[in-house]
């Protein structure tokens, strides 16, 4: 496509993009469409047989439209691909990208109805976690489709203390250079994090290897979530898989429940043990797949999996450690719409039906949704 051509916006999907339609009736995912919206676009790229394409004119405009309240987005900012869609909007296409996941993938025709309203939560300041850009002059992200920095004062979305941290990189870098003089720093890509602090009245440790959710109320809104499907239910036989630090098993463990937490990272295990320390709760350090639940060797039938796989989903290479347990309840966390609907299916073919799913606005401003999933034994009344 050498010249721009009229395209029609159909929905958002998983990774942001607007599906669209040509003139023609082929169809063409556009960075920043919205459903509704009539647009003079051009094609970018093709990948295979699909094509991608960018707005050259809008033509129609979606009353969910607004000017991005960053300021940072007109210099080209790649940090936010949502600016340009009002909150309430946003929080209504990312469950309907969540329904379209689940009645494709997973096959789920009655999705609608067991897909919840999207969580709201924090959409300032909120981000814990965040790679960034410094040298000696400032900090900042890096541009839309590039390499190049987009200086930042005051990030909207990224934590008070990350930003803290970030000017402090910069002041260390100033200082490594000023000896001499004229020098140019180049610019340094860094991690700046937010210490998690006490979750249930536990200090937390937390390693800089070790994954933790990007938003600085998940952990509270997602340990809600679980506990209230476990109820009032006393002494239930946990597995915790891809356990991390060990967020999800000290839910459960303080409550009295016993837990085996599985893990990968030798980092997270490290602060698993020190975050556990004290509860019934068993730790594995194993590659999931690995991990095969034994009812003697943990002293009983599991009564409940929590898994919160990351964005590749748990796939069907360790979907068997999960059927391994036999458990009455799935919790299942998914980062990722299309992961989370693949995973979703596994569960379905293999005895499991879906009884509500919660879509959680962790990250404001961006396509980014997280599902927390309910899934039954066919044979289990709750």
């Not at 260390?172 to 020098?183: C, F, K, L, Q, Y």
């Not at 004290?278 to 060797?297: L, M, N, P, Q, W």
Request: charged share 25%; aromatic share 6%.
């Amino acid at each position: 496509m050498n010249q721009a051509i009229m395209a029609s916006g159909i929905k958002l999907v998983a990774s942001g993009l607007c599906l669209s339609r040509l003139e023609s009736g082929e169809v063409i995912f556009v960075d920043g469409l919205l459903p509704g919206e009539h647009a003079k676009v051009r094609e970018t790229r093709t990948k295979g047989k699909t094509k991608f394409g960018e707005i050259e004119e809008l033509v129609d405009i979606s009353p969910a439209r607004v000017d991005p309240p960053c300021v940072y987005v007109e210099q080209g900012c790649g940090g936010c691909d949502w600016q340009h869609i009002n909150l309430e909007s946003q929080r209504e296409y990312k469950r309907e990208i969540v329904i379209d996941a689940l009645e494709r993938i997973a096959k789920v025709p009655q999705a609608r109805d067991l897909v919840k309203n999207t969580i709201e939560l924090e959409d300032k300041h909120y981000r814990t976690t965040a790679r960034i850009l410094c040298d000696s002059s400032g900090w900042g992200f890096r541009a839309k489709h590039s390499h190049d920095i987009v200086r930042v004062r005051d990030c909207m979305v990224l934590n008070k203390e990350c930003q803290r941290q970030a000017l402090d990189v910069v002041e260390s870098i100033r200082i490594s250079v000023e000896p001499n003089a004229g020098a140019k720093s180049e610019l340094h890509e860094v991690q700046v994090r937010r210490s998690p602090g006490e979750l249930l009245n536990v200090m937390l440790s937390l390693s800089r290897e070790s994954f933790y959710q990007g938003h600085i109320r998940a952990p509270e809104i997602m340990i809600k979530l679980l506990m209230e499907e476990v109820g009032i239910k006393k002494n239930l036989n946990c597995v915790d898989l891809y356990s991390g630090v060990g967020v999800f098993a000290l839910a459960l463990a303080s409550k009295g429940h016993k837990v085996i937490a599985v893990e990968g990272n030798h980092h997270a295990i490290g602060d698993a043990y020190k975050n556990l320390e004290g509860f019934d709760a068993t730790i594995i350090h194993s590659d999931v797949k690995k991990f095969r639940y034994d009812e003697d060797a943990f002293t009983g039938k599991c009564d409940l999996v929590v898994a919160d796989p990351s964005r590749e989903g748990i796939s069907k290479y360790a979907i068997d450690a999960l059927l391994s347990c036999h458990a009455n309840k799935v919790v299942l966390i998914s980062c990722d719409p299309a992961a989370g609907a693949r995973d979703g299916l596994l569960l379905l073919e293999n005895g499991y039906n879906l009884k509500s799913c919660v879509p959680i606005d962790m990250f404001s401003y961006t396509h980014h949704v997280e599902m927390f999933s309910i899934f039954e034994r066919y044979s289990f009344n709750a």
